[in-house]
């Protein structure tokens, strides 16, 4: 029988990489990628799960990395801000939030980004309205919203173009 309180040995795969890393059981993904990774590009805002700065991609989906235990993404792809950008440059995202200056301070710029591209996996925001409420999640205390959404509208259809959105 395994020592919890050693940590417990889990695999993932984060932006491409794939990791061994041992865990005790009460890390939170965010904190593993932040304290032990050194990715400091997804942000801790709330710690609660009401912000959105924190979230990531998991196997594709958006959830916040401040509610998910690491043990719990054991197998699992995860895709944080830093995975975005390639050797060709940045993904089209962070293209459109530059373009749109969709940021002011920037901390919640990760999260939002993040949210997005999982947003166009799921395929379900057809609309301004419904692009609104599908990143209702992300909070930007600034309250660049209208630049935040122009961003999101520009670059959906490329990344469906792209890809079908596959890409992370």
């Not at 235990?69 to 940045?90: K, S, Y």
Request: charged share 15%; with cysteine.
């Amino acid at each position: 029988m395994t020592d919890s309180r050693a940590g417990l040995p889990i695999g993932l795969t984060i932006n491409g990489q794939p990791r061994q890393l041992t865990v005790a059981p009460w890390t939170t993904l965010l904190d593993l990628l932040r304290e032990q990774l050194d990715l400091v590009g997804t942000k801790k805002g709330c710690d609660h799960g009401q912000c959105g700065a924190c979230t990531v991609l998991r196997n594709g989906t958006r959830i916040n990395a401040c509610l998910t235990l690491a043990v719990m993404c054991d197998g699992d792809q995860v895709t944080t801000i830093e995975g975005l950008a390639t050797d060709e440059g940045l993904h089209p995202l962070q293209q459109a939030f530059i373009d749109h200056d969709a940021f002011q301070c920037g901390y919640c710029t990760p999260g939002q980004i993040c949210s997005a591209l999982g947003l166009a996996h799921e395929g379900r925001a057809h609309s301004p309205e419904q692009l609104r409420e599908a990143m209702s999640g992300n909070l930007c205390r600034c309250g660049a919203y209208g630049n935040i959404l122009a961003a999101v509208e520009q670059a959906l259809p490329l990344i469906h173009r792209d890809n079908g959105g596959s890409r992370p």
